[in-house]
């Protein structure tokens, strides 16, 4: 086993509580599927370090201020009604 892989494993072993913390994307641009990737990414090693019987904790953040949201309001409205 690698060095690297022996000490994750010690890390992971003295472990119990982990906080996910998730970023809503910033819609400065067009927004696509990779957006979502790391929330998925995130929400899947989640899922599996549950399973493994760690207690994680899931926080996401809103971005609510400024024209970021007016940009994304406008995008949504020209995708839902065009």
């Known amino acids: 086993m690698s060095r690297a892989r022996i000490l994750a494993s010690q890390i992971l072993a003295r472990v119990q509580r982990f906080r996910w913390n998730t970023?809503?994307?910033?819609?400065?641009?067009?927004?696509h599927v990779g957006h979502g990737r790391w929330a998925a990414l995130g929400d899947s090693l989640c899922r599996v370090f549950e399973h493994?019987?760690?207690?994680?904790?899931?926080?996401?953040?809103?971005?609510?201020?400024?024209?970021?949201?007016?940009?994304?309001?406008l995008q949504s409205q020209s995708a839902i009604f065009s």
């Open 52 to 73: 493994a019987g760690y207690d994680v904790e899931r926080e996401y953040y809103i971005n609510d201020h400024g024209s970021q949201m007016d940009v994304l309001a």
């Open 23 to 31: 970023f809503p994307p910033i819609p400065v641009g067009p927004l």
